[in-house]
C-alpha cells in the first residue's frame, strides 16, 4: 500500500495543490459547516423568519456557535465556534455573491 504523501504527489494536476496545502483553512469539514450554516440561515430562517433576524446577526452566530461547539470541557468554546462561525458566514455569502454574479445556477 502506497504512503498518504506519495499518494498525494500522485494524484492529478487540478487536485495536487489542494491535497498538498499546508493551511487547510478551507479544507472539506470547513466546506461542509459552510453547507450546514447555508441551510439553516439562509433556506431555513431567512425564508421563514427575514424581518426578524435583521441586526440580530451576533445572536444568531452566538446560538450556532453554541450549537456546533463540541468541545464541553471548554467554556470559550462556544465563543470560538461563534467566531468561526461568523467567518464562515461571510465567507459563504462571499462566494454566494459571486456565483450569483457569474449566473452559476
Known amino acids: ?12 494536476a487540478h487536485v495536487r495543490e489542494w491535497l498538498t496545502r499546508q493551511t487547510r483553512s478551507f479544507g472539506p469539514d470547513r466546506f461542509a459547516r459552510m453547507l450546514e450554516l447555508h441551510i439553516y440561515i ?18 444568531l452566530e452566538n ?8 468541545d464541553q470541557s471548554d467554556p470559550d468554546a462556544p465563543i470560538h465556534m461563534a467566531q468561526r462561525i461568523e467567518k464562515e458566514r461571510k465567507e459563504m455569502n462571499r462566494r454566494l455573491k459571486k456565483c450569483e454574479a457569474a449566473d452559476c445556477s
Open 42 to 59: 439562509n433556506l431555513c430562517l431567512k425564508a421563514r423568519y427575514a424581518g426578524r433576524l435583521k441586526g440580530k446577526l451576533k445572536k
Open 63 to 70: 446560538a450556532l456557535g453554541d450549537f456546533f461547539s463540541d
Open 1 to 12: 500500500m502506497r504512503k498518504r504523501s506519495q499518494r498525494k504527489l500522485d494524484a492529478p
